[in-house]
């Protein structure tokens, strides 16, 4: 049985406004979600920037510390005893000795940084690092 087809959809303007409607409440609320809060602690990370200093070949792991001293591993906030545990169990399971590099906000005092290497060494891992930045230049660096 053939069913006859006389509905047309948008015949006149005014059938238009109420998707036009929803369509622009869809953009007010994805523009909304954008000033929506996100959980966690701002960091902001500003290492020291240098020229032609040697990167590390061997497996690494990574700590962050901020101005304040708050001390982040695998993404977490964690305390120091957090961290000693986590650097030992990374020790263990690493196959080679572990390089530990630390992403250090500019105004982290040098003995917080001094510790830090030194909670690596208890754990096991024998080299630290500090990340830096490379410098930003116009030019492109001659070989």
Known sequence: MKFPRNAKILRTPSDVAPFAAVFFMLVIFVMLAGLLPVPGFPVQLKPPEADDLPGVDRPTVALAVDSEGRLFFKNKLVTEPDLKAGLAAAAVRAPEPLTLVIHADRAVRYDTLTHLLLLGREAGI????LAILPRVT???VPK
Do not use: K, R, V
């Open 126 to 129: 024998t080299n630290g690092l």
């Open 138 to 140: 116009d030019a492109p």
